[in-house]
């Protein structure tokens, strides 16, 4: 069974996305990339947004999303904001019939490295080894949101789900 698992790292002026095929035993790249979100008012950004989403699952048509988990911040209205871009993706992701999951970046950071500690270029580094591609200087949205893909395709493998 072949499964396509999309993974989106939320953010409020860039949100990560990559998508692959996963069939328990390796994951291919099908397409990752960043949306950059127009600077306009906050509700034109997450109308903006909610569009991408919903145009990406449109055109890749992912069964399972994997999402990065809400995480504490200092600033609290850069949480809100996140919060709220958060609410979008999810919204557009359940409209097109995503089956939704949550990871904490420390989840992704052990599942794609082994060490729930490791750097950003760390993951970026694995990530890139997994999928055989290089993303050069590509923002690390881009590597965190396939390294929550792959990290579901991790947790499935781990719980028998391609049978």
Known sequence: ???RIIGIDPGSKITGYGIIDSNGQGVELVEAGCIKLPQKPFVTRLKYLYQEICEICKSFQPQIAAVEDIFY?????????????????LLGLSIHQCEVHEYSALQVKS???GYGRAEKSQVKKMVEMLVRT????AQYDLSDALGLAITHAHMMTSRHVFK
């Open 111 to 113: 599942a794609v490295t």
């Open 1 to 3: 069974m072949r499964l």
């Open 134 to 137: 290089n993303f050069g200087d």
């Open 73 to 89: 911040a200092r600033n609290v209205r850069s949480a809100l904001q996140l919060g709220h871009a958060r609410g979008v993706i």
